[in-house]
Structures are given as structure tokens and as C-alpha cells.
């Protein structure tokens, strides 16, 4: 199998908010709802690749406290990777990106991550938490197994996480100030996708609105810079879609789409070699 689709519904350690856990099925009602078709903006149908290509492991059952579910969530991750599958995931809050982190850069040396997000989700901790969907980077940097973290859209940056980005060489471009193009990339590449880089406006259904965020055309045309020829993107996750705070299933459907552009890219990347 090229690409593993893989549902990871926790949202335990959502600090503001909870509801990011109901995504994955939104998103894949999205993508099954029969409102938009299969194709993605290059014109690779994704329909007649399913099963051959890709496939939907579908959710994973994920125990409420935290060590037990960054196990489970590392261990199927590493399961679904086991034949030299790329893995794409739906969270979820952002906590989910860890564990999978973990075992995507234990199979790949010199792993980049390209991170977009409103927040640099790079504190130490969080009201006590460690585990906080707020930390996830912080603890993927301590563990030293990752060459470069890039991070896009941040517009929520605190002195502390200022430290923190120094400390670890963090590569954040501020929305402020980016120019929306993506710096050359190599190797193998890993994308997250926190949904509140996006304008309120554009995704509505999350658990932070954050306004001054991207357009969603931005944020494709951003994918669509990664060059496959010098980078191949070998993981990706679509985090912190809250359907509880959703209208008119708006940001599902801006999920749907961006895991049809990222399967598409994985998949064609495959397809190339
Ligand atoms: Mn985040
Ligand atoms: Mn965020």
C-alpha cells in the first residue's frame, strides 16, 4: 500500500475545548458525502486508487490517559508504516502528531516537519500539562530524532515559546511576516496541518479562533510548493477540526480537501518513481 488513512479521534488534552475527537468521521463524510468528487487539483482521480493505493485503516480506539494513549496512537502508527506505507492522519487535537511523529522519524533519518498552525504549540507545558495539545512540538524537539522544524502562520507567539523555538532551532515563519513561499525543502518530509492556521472565516470549526489566519487558497498553493523531486513527504495530519463548533460542515469540507491534495501528492509521488 502507498498511503495508510488513519482516524485518530482524541481530544482529551484539548485545553479550551473538546470536540476535536468527532473529525474523523466528519471529514470522511465529507470526502464520501457525494458533494465533490474524488479528484484532486492536479487531475489524479483518487476513486479507482483506492484499495490499490490507498486505503482507510479507519479510527483508532484510543484509551483517555495520556502515556497509554501516546502508546497506542505510536504503536499503530508504526504498524500501519511497518511495509514502507506513508501514513495520513485525521486527528484529533494536536496532541495526536507526537506519538505518530515518533514513529515516522524512527523509520526515517533526517526527518523535516512542516508545521502550519495560528500557534507554535511549543510550551513546556500548559496549566500543568504536559501532555497538552499545546506541547506536542516541544516534546518531538526534547527528543532530538527530527533535522528541521518549520513552522508557517504563527500568529500567537509568547515570549516562552519564543525561547523555546530558540532552543531547539525552530524555523517559525510568522504570518506577519512570510511570503508564502515555502523555503527548498529535501528528504523525507512530514506535514501537519492544524486547521486554525486558516482564517476563522474559511474554518469556522475550531476550538480556537484565531482571526488574521490564512486564506484556504494560500494554504494549497503553500502544499503545492513542495517539490517531489527534491522532497518526499513520507507523513501528514489534518489536526483540531472541532465539528461541535462547525457551520454548514464548512471546515469538514476544507479537511476533505486537504487530505485529497495530501493523499494526492503522496500517492503521485509513488506514482513517479
Ligand atoms: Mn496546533
Ligand atoms: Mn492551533
Redesign the pocket.
Given at each position: 500500500m502507498s498511503v495508510k488513512l488513519l482516524g485518530v479521534p482524541y481530544d482529551v488534552h484539548s485545553s479550551f475545548l473538546r470536540g476535536s475527537a468527532a473529525a474523523p468521521q466528519a471529514v470522511r463524510d465529507a470526502l464520501t458525502g457525494g458533494s465533490a468528487n474524488w479528484c484532486t487539483e492536479s487531475g489524479l482521480d483518487l476513486e479507482p486508487l483506492r484499495d490499490e493505493w490507498w486505503c482507510d485503516l479507519g479510527d483508532l480506539v484510543i484509551p483517555d490517559d495520556a502515556p497509554s494513549a501516546v502508546d497506542v496512537i505510536r504503536s499503530e502508527a508504526k504498524a500501519a508504516i511497518a511495509d514502507d506505507s506513508r501514513i495520513l492522519s485525521i486527528g484529533g487535537?494536536?496532541l495526536v502528531t507526537w506519538p505518530i511523529v515518533q514513529a515516522v522519524s524512527a523509520a526515517h533519518d533526517d526527518l523535516t516537519i512542516v508545521h502550519f498552525?495560528?500557534?507554535p504549540?511549543l510550551y513546556d507545558e500548559l496549566d500543568g500539562d504536559r501532555y497538552s495539545?499545546?506541547c506536542?512540538f516541544a516534546r518531538i524537539m526534547e527528543e532530538g530524532r527530527v533535522a528541521r522544524l518549520l513552522q508557517f502562520g504563527i500568529r500567537t507567539m509568547t515570549p516562552h515559546q519564543r525561547d523555546q523555538a530558540d532552543r531547539f532551532g525552530v524555523e517559525v515563519h510568522e504570518l506577519r511576516d512570510w511570503d508564502h513561499r515555502m523555503p527548498e525543502l529535501s528528504g523525507p518530509v512530514y506535514i501537519s496541518i492544524?486547521v486554525?492556521v486558516l482564517d476563522p472565516a474559511f474554518a469556522p470549526g475550531i476550538s480556537h479562533n484565531e482571526p488574521g489566519g490564512m486564506t484556504t487558497r494560500q494554504l494549497l498553493d503553500s502544499l503545492h510548493q513542495i517539490d517531489a523531486s527534491t522532497a518526499a513527504v513520507v507523513g501528514a495530519d489534518v489536526?483540531?477540526i472541532n465539528p461541535s463548533r462547525d457551520i454548514n460542515d464548512q471546515t469538514a469540507m476544507v479537511g476533505a480537501k486537504l487530505v485529497r491534495e495530501l493523499l494526492g501528492m503522496m500517492i503521485s509521488q509513488r506514482l513517479a518513481r
Open positions: 487535537d494536536h498552525d495560528a500557534h504549540d495539545h499545546a506536542p492544524d486554525d489536526v483540531e
